[in-house]
């Protein structure tokens, strides 16, 4: 991934960055002696726009710095939902399961970066607008076609449709069908979160 932030925040963590609790950059601490003289916190749940470069996939996009709680592992491509925990910001990967109190609604962001598993508190951005590459099942994907959330892999995406496994902002942006045997798919997000259960 090769994003570059376009919002012109003045220090805002590195999008292709884990920081861990503790450690340089989180908070965000600038050097002795240098401007600004205070310390500047990357706040959980900011969002930033960044690009890619001209010609490349990635083209213009959305991101949010969310918490990764110790001992979880994150990875790239896999989708995940927040909001549920003590902090408002500590990710979960999507579920195989939907249901009134722990789908209905939720909002859903694509990981961008891997984070190793830590006895730390981690944060990292996730992708929730713009064309990205998201994990699939093993099925068929086509251009254009809607997407719902997987019932055997948390965190995956798949084309075969379920009620209440429906997924709100995203559609497959493949230039042609992908086969079963491939594991990612490109897709378009515009603030998914997932269908409400009734």
Not at 151 to 159: I, L
Request: neutral net charge; glycine residues 12%.
């Amino acid at each position: 991934m090769s994003y570059f932030q376009t919002s012109g925040i003045i220090g805002a963590a590195d999008l292709t960055a884990v920081y861990t609790a503790g450690a340089l950059g989180y908070p965000w601490v600038s050097p002795a002696g240098s401007l600004p003289s205070v310390t500047v916190e990357q706040m959980f749940g900011q969002i930033v726009e960044a690009q890619g470069p001209s010609g490349t996939l990635e083209g213009g996009g959305e991101f949010i710095f969310l918490r990764v709680p110790a001992s979880t592992t994150i990875t790239a491509g896999l989708m995940y939902t927040w909001g549920d925990a003590a902090s408002g910001y500590d990710v979960t990967a999507l579920p195989t399961s939907s249901g009134t109190t722990t789908t209905s609604g939720a909002p859903i962001a694509v990981a961008v970066n891997a984070v190793t598993s830590s006895t730390s508190v981690q944060g990292t951005w996730f992708q929730i607008q713009g064309r990205c590459t998201v994990l699939k099942d093993a099925v068929k994907m086509a251009p254009g076609a809607p997407v719902y959330f997987s019932k055997s892999a948390a965190g995956r995406v798949r084309v075969i449709g379920s009620a209440f496994y429906g997924i709100i902002g995203m559609r497959s942006a493949t230039a042609s069908t992908i086969t079963t045997t491939t594991s990612s798919a490109l897709m378009y997000l515009h603030r998914p979160c997932l269908t409400v259960a009734i």
